[in-house]
């Protein structure tokens, strides 16, 4: 009976043996290459930058109160000079290539230029200070991290005071006009990409470069006597375009990449 056992055993040995050496070898099988995925435009982001930029203004010289103009002859005026802003958003990225978004921004800086009374001889420097703007904007991805755009909303504008000189013998000549505010609308487009650039990676990170113009409403500039901030009977019109051109970097708080590998 054991010499049985011990040849069924055997047999059985040589048996698996065998089949295991009929067994072909595992076939190798790649890992699956990476999904590249659409980075989305969706999501809030903030920017910071600054810029340069040129206005211009229609102006004359009317009686206070009564607007009868003093001159039969208005001039365009003009300035320049730099600022900076910052600002924040919201964009959607629709299922193709279309961004829309709405956005709010400030800029602060030096657009100095001149206004004048022609009849007295009096001229002085205005300066737009500061502006802000709320508005909305639509883009196209030309890529998938390259979005160019046009926008347009509210923008108001503030404008410092004015001490007025003799312009013949260039002393003060003891007027003076007020700081004010105007509003009005802007449009403008620009470009904005992410900084994924020459092998450097900055997630969320990316640049925009953008142009806007500004009309804003027209203000009565009244002359004041200075102390007493007396009427002259005299107010220089004034109404203002605003150009400007801004660089700003932007971070994009939801940004993931242009590709997201998956398995």
Do not use: C
């Amino acid at each position: 009976m054991k010499k049985i056992l011990l040849a069924l055993t055997a047999v059985a040995a040589m048996t698996a043996s065998a089949s295991a050496a009929d067994l072909a070898a595992r076939p190798y099988t790649k890992a699956p290459a990476p999904i590249a995925v659409a980075p989305s435009w969706t999501g809030f982001y903030i920017f910071g930058g600054g810029g340069g930029g040129i206005w211009d203004a229609d102006t004359g010289t009317q009686v206070t109160g009564t607007g009868t103009p003093l001159l039969g002859f208005n001039q365009r005026q003009g300035g320049d000079g730099w600022f900076g802003t910052v600002g924040a958003g919201y964009d959607w990225q629709t299922s193709n290539s279309w961004v829309i978004g709405v956005f709010a921004d400030g800029q602060f800086g030096s657009l100095k230029g001149t206004i004048q009374d022609q009849l007295p001889f009096l001229a002085g420097n205005i300066k737009n200070d500061y502006n802000w703007a709320a508005g909305a904007r639509l883009g196209y991805l030309v890529a998938p991290n390259v979005l160019s755009y046009v926008n347009a909303g509210y923008s108001n504008s503030h404008w410092k005071g004015t001490t007025l000189f003799d312009t013949i013998t260039g002393t003060p000549s003891g007027l003076h006009t007020n700081s004010f505010d105007r509003s009005g609308w802007f449009v403008g487009g620009g470009v904005e990409n992410n900084l994924n650039i020459f092998g450097v990676t900055a997630p969320g990170w990316f640049m925009k470069t953008e142009y806007r113009a500004a009309y804003y409403d027209s203000k009565n500039i009244t002359e004041l006597v200075d102390g007493s901030n007396a009427l002259v009977g005299t107010d220089i019109t004034f109404k203002p375009f605003v150009q400007t051109i801004s660089t700003a970097l932007v971070y994009r708080f939801n940004w993931t990449g242009p590709v997201v590998a998956k398995y």
